[in-house]
């Protein structure tokens, strides 16, 4: 099991950047890769990005060049930074564990976080 904890989310005026974290604990010592997913109001939860046990990542389209998703091991933390964020960017945003290398969707994931608001205004 891997229990994971998502901070830092909030409100930003468009162009400005928030750094999101995902601290993980459990069966931390496995190698696994961490994705984010999103979730506007009335909409379906999408991908944003993931980043592999050895650092690779993988981006949508609509965040490239925006977003970058780091990870400390030594800290079993993952972060997520946005940067020129939209208001377009405004919902929850999630982390989550996965075995699959560089994963994109939500089934390849087995464990979650309970998610954290972020809002862009205008």
């Known amino acids: 099991q891997v229990q994971l904890v998502e901070s830092g989310g909030g409100l930003v005026q468009a162009g400005g950047s928030l750094r999101l974290s995902c601290a993980a604990s459990?069966?931390?010592?496995?190698?696994?890769?961490v994705g984010w997913f999103r979730q506007a109001p009335g909409k379906e939860r999408e991908f944003v990005g993931t980043?592999?046990?050895?650092?690779?990542?993988k981006y949508a389209d609509s965040v490239k060049g925006r977003f970058t998703i780091s990870r400390d091991n030594a800290k079993n933390t993952v972060y997520l930074q946005m940067n020129s964020l939209k208001p377009e960017d405004t919902a929850v945003y999630y982390c989550?564990?996965?075995?699959?290398?560089?994963?994109?969707?939500?089934?390849?994931?087995?464990?979650w976080g309970q998610g954290t608001q972020v809002t862009v205004s205008s």
């Open positions: 980043i592999a046990w050895t650092s690779d990542t």
């Open positions: 459990g069966r931390t010592s496995s190698s696994y890769g």
């Open positions: 989550a564990a996965s075995f699959v290398w560089l994963g994109h969707l939500q089934n390849q994931y087995q464990y």
